[in-house]
């Protein structure tokens, strides 16, 4: 089993900056593909960005060049810098860990951290 922690949510007036952080237990994290994954009320969850054990990523439109996803793999943890947030991009933003070798497609998901952009 896999646990994921996110951290680093809270409230921020738009324009402005903040960093998530996931915390992902296990042996081979460097081989966990992690993503983000955001929920507004009244909305299916949608993917924000995603990195792979090579360091391939990729992003929603809605927030290429303002997010970076990033891994650090001593650490086990992934991060996501979020700059230039808008309202929209209030939600709960959630962790995902993907074991390609024993759960494939099964992705371990974190509890969630707020994310409330406003003024």
């Known amino acids: 089993q896999v646990q994921v922690v996110e951290s680093g949510g809270g409230l921020v007036q738009p324009g402005g900056s903040l960093r998530l952080s996931c915390a992902a237990s296990?042996?081979?994290?460097?081989?966990?593909?992690m993503g983000w994954f955001r929920q507004a009320p009244g909305k299916q969850r949608e993917l924000v960005a995603i990195?792979?054990?090579?360091?391939?990523?990729n992003y929603a439109d809605s927030v290429k060049g303002r997010f970076t996803i990033s891994r650090d793999n001593p650490r086990k943890t992934v991060y996501l810098q979020m700059n230039s947030l808008k309202p929209e991009d209030t939600a709960v933003y959630y962790c995902?860990?993907?074991?390609?070798?024993?759960?494939?497609?099964?992705?371990?998901w974190g509890q969630g951290t707020q994310v409330t952009v406003c003024s």
């Open positions: 995902s860990a993907e074991d390609p070798l024993f759960r494939p497609g099964q992705p371990y």
């Open positions: 296990g042996n081979i994290f460097s081989m966990y593909t």
């Open positions: 990195i792979n054990s090579g360091g391939s990523t």
